[in-house]
């Protein structure tokens, strides 16, 4: 029986309500404790240039208070690298940022500026980090990630999640065959961007994807069921999926 896909909620959006208004409500903190008794298997928050959710106090007392391990999302800017090496997370995703963007809008340039990447690969590695790549699911990006010395890569899934009908499908075929690549070349694979309710079950029913890392969609839920509830639903569709995927593979 393949494992279970990892689900690791990205509590961001907790941090944009509470910022809404200052102050301490909603606490992402109490999001990543209600996320573990509804059965994550990780936290994962992005500690922005700018702050504009997760604010350095949040990663702190996560860092201090939650039994889940800790997934940070991370520009690799000498800043964002201080602090991964200050609070040691168990992982690191290493994202693009622009300051004028709404979210991580694609994948890392991962041919640009690769002597740079590469040494902060290698220092948040060599503090014992597990390091991802968040990259597109092209082949290409994933030779470049061998080459970076990055043991895992997360696929954006935003084009996938945005498109419909025979683009969804085209957009499902490249994660599919990126995984297929990835596991030639032995990377740990994640996934993340934009999954929903609708669209998580494709990606999760792939065999070779061990982590799923979901955010917006499941606190937007919250708002009309609860967090816990979101939380669950994700979980038990993510399980089913692989299940089927599996039964179809074996039968
Ligand atoms: N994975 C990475 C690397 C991300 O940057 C994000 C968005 O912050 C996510 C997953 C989660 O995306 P969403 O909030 O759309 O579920």
Same mark, same amino acid.
């Given at each position: 029986?393949?494992?279970?896909?990892?689900?690791?909620?990205?509590?961001?959006?907790?941090? &944009?309500?509470?910022?809404?208004?200052?102050?301490?409500?909603?606490?992402?903190? %109490? @999001? +990543?404790?209600?996320?573990?008794?509804?059965?994550?298997?990780?936290?994962?928050?992005?500690?922005?240039?700018? %702050? %504009?959710?997760?604010?350095? !106090?949040?990663? %702190?007392?996560?860092?201090?208070? *939650?039994?889940?391990?800790?997934? #940070?999302?991370?520009?690799?800017?000498? /800043?964002?690298?201080?602090?991964? #090496?200050?609070?040691?997370?168990?992982?690191?995703? *290493?994202?693009? /940022?622009?300051?004028?963007?709404?979210?991580?809008?694609?994948?890392?340039?991962? $041919?640009? =500026?690769?002597?740079?990447?590469?040494?902060? *690969? =290698?220092?948040?590695? !060599? +503090?014992?980090?597990?390091?991802?790549? $968040?990259?597109?699911?092209?082949?290409?990006?994933?030779?470049?990630?061998?080459?970076?010395?990055?043991?895992?890569?997360?696929?954006?899934?935003?084009?996938?999640?945005? @498109?419909?009908?025979?683009?969804?499908?085209?957009? #499902?075929?490249?994660?599919?065959? @990126?995984?297929?690549? +990835?596991?030639? #070349?032995?990377?740990?694979?994640?996934?993340?961007?934009?999954?929903? $309710?609708? &669209?998580?079950?494709?990606?999760?029913?792939?065999?070779?994807?061990?982590?799923?890392?979901?955010?917006?969609?499941?606190?937007?839920? +919250?708002? $009309?069921?609860?967090? /816990?509830?979101?939380?669950?639903?994700?979980?038990?569709?993510? !399980?089913?999926?692989?299940?089927? @995927?599996?039964?179809?593979?074996?039968?």
């Amino acid at each position: 029986m393949k494992m279970k896909p990892r689900l690791g909620v990205n509590i961001d959006h907790v941090a &944009t309500i509470r910022n809404a208004r200052g102050g301490r409500h909603p606490d992402p903190v %109490r @999001a +990543a404790n209600v996320a573990e008794n509804a059965g994550a298997d990780g936290i994962t928050a992005h500690l922005r240039e700018d %702050r %504009r959710h997760i604010s350095d !106090d949040d990663i %702190r007392r996560l860092g201090e208070s *939650i039994r889940l391990p800790l997934n #940070l999302e991370m520009a690799a800017t000498p /800043e964002m690298l201080e602090i991964a #090496l200050h609070h040691k997370p168990r992982a690191a995703c *290493i994202v693009p /940022e622009k300051r004028e963007e709404r979210t991580t809008e694609g994948g890392l340039d991962v $041919f640009s =500026s690769q002597d740079h990447l590469k040494r902060c *690969i =290698s220092q948040l590695s !060599d +503090a014992g980090i597990r390091v991802s790549l $968040f990259i597109e699911p092209d082949p290409r990006h994933l030779d470049a990630a061998v080459a970076l010395d990055a043991p895992v890569v997360e696929f954006h899934t935003g084009a996938y999640c945005d @498109a419909a009908g025979a683009a969804r499908h085209r957009e #499902l075929q490249r994660i599919i065959d @990126a995984a297929a690549h +990835a596991e030639d #070349l032995a990377l740990e694979c994640h996934a993340g961007h934009g999954l929903t $309710f609708e &669209t998580v079950s494709a990606v999760a029913a792939i065999p070779t994807i061990v982590e799923l890392n979901i955010g917006h969609f499941l606190v937007g839920e +919250a708002i $009309f069921g609860g967090l /816990e509830s979101s939380i669950k639903r994700m979980r038990s569709l993510m !399980d089913r999926a692989r299940a089927e @995927a599996h039964g179809e593979r074996s039968a």
